[in-house]
């Protein structure tokens, strides 16, 4: 299949565009399309067929749900069977914008949009482009990141279509992100509301909002015995094809330990990357040296982190050391995902 690009304007948006991406949703295509945190891959998330081209196209293992995309409070009624009144602040407070809730589905949401679960999860993005292709697919669009099953997720079209093309129907291209990791998931079928991914919306700005707030311990620890709740997380996602490991302690020490391991590599003929930040990146003489963005706003970091892992793919890197980032914050999504695409391998120094 040709894969169609259109660019997108966000602040002169092509209806057109908009309007054949919504046809192709409405008849069971899939459409790539831009939100605040990283490119979607569009379907009609009502339609069982669509669900599966998506995990298709994907190559996602199907009992990895899907997130439903709306862009008005009034339709979460039609696919959530309960809605807490604490779901309603919290969708007052932050949408739109990066914050997933877990619902009781409806029987309108067939099984392969929800991986065979009776819950379903369901955000309204904060970009307008994906705000006006919802509304012209008709109200629901499943999105789960538009990547590969595996590799780092989408933050610009043309990551997407590094995975993706020729096997959707069209990409709308909206230029980078904004925020750059992928949204928070909040369970509200549990009291308290218990959080399932961290990302740009925080524990303390949701707690501000709701009150108390648990967090799925399995977020940043490595092999617990229990599964984790949103069941993406347990697949190595966010991976790199090379090694990777996260080291973590003072700045000072890391750095050091950094060199010397990135000098054994290279002494190996190993092609070695280094992630640093504005604050180190002229402390490092071996390996390929990215910074990823400065310490002291950490959104920066979260912003670059999955270019710069793809980066290393296309330089064909075979073993990553990164710095660790202190998890206030945006920082807890990054050290999650971090974490994850180096499988928990950790260096304490
Ligand atoms: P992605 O769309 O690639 O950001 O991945 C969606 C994430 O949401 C995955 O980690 C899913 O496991 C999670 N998710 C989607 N629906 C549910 C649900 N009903 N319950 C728990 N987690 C979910
Ligand atoms: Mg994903």
């Known amino acids: 299949m040709k894969t169609r690009v259109e660019k997108i304007d966000r602040t002169n948006i092509n209806m ?5 991406a919504g046809e192709i949703l409405k008849r069971g295509g899939l459409v790539a399309f831009p939100t605040e945190t990283v490119y979607g891959l569009g379907a ?8 599966r081209k998506t995990y298709a196209a994907k190559g996602r293992p199907s009992d990895n749900p899907l997130i439903v995309h709306i862009a008005q409070l009034e339709d979460l009624r039609a696919i959530a069977r309960q809605v ?17 809730m877990i619902f009781d589905k409806s029987g309108i949401v067939p099984d392969g949009t929800t ?3 009776d819950t379903v999860a369901v955000r309204m993005p904060d970009n307008p482009a994906a705000l006006a292709l919802i509304r012209a697919a008709g109200g629901y669009v499943s999105g789960p990141s538009a990547n590969t099953s595996g590799r780092p997720s989408p933050t610009t079209a ?26 928070t998931i909040v369970d509200m079928t549990v009291e308290p509301p218990m959080i399932l991914r961290p990302g740009a919306v925080t524990k303390e700005m949701l707690e501000e909002a709701v009150g108390e707030v648990a967090v799925d311990h399995t977020i940043l620890t490595a092999d617990s015995k229990t599964p984790p709740k949103a069941p993406g997380m347990k697949y190595r996602h966010y991976a790199p094809r090379a090694e990777m490991v996260v080291v973590e302690g003072p700045l000072e020490r890391v750095t050091a330990r950094i060199r010397s391991l990135a000098a054994e590599q290279e002494a190996r003929g190993h092609r070695t990357g280094i992630i640093a930040t504005e604050e180190t990146v002229g402390r490092y003489d071996h390996g390929n040296v990215k910074c990823i963005g400065t310490r002291e706003d950490e959104s920066t970091v979260a912003a670059n982190l999955y270019a710069v892992l793809r980066e290393f793919d296309a330089d064909g890197t075979e073993y990553i050391y990164s710095e660790a980032f202190d998890e206030g914050g945006i920082g807890h999504a990054v050290m999650n995902r971090l974490l994850k695409a180096a499988g928990h391998h950790v260096i304490q120094v």
């Open 44 to 51: 009609n998330a009502l339609d069982e067929e669509a669900a």
């Open 16 to 20: 057109d565009a908009i309007r054949a």
């Open 115 to 117: 991986g065979g679960l």
């Open 84 to 100: 807490p009144d604490k779901a309603l602040i919290l969708a007052r407070t932050f949408w739109p914008g990066p914050l997933t």
């Open 158 to 183: 043309q990551h997407v279509r590094e995975d993706l093309d020729g096997k959707i129907d069209m990409i709308l291209d909206c230029g980078p992100v904004e925020i750059g990791v992928e949204s």
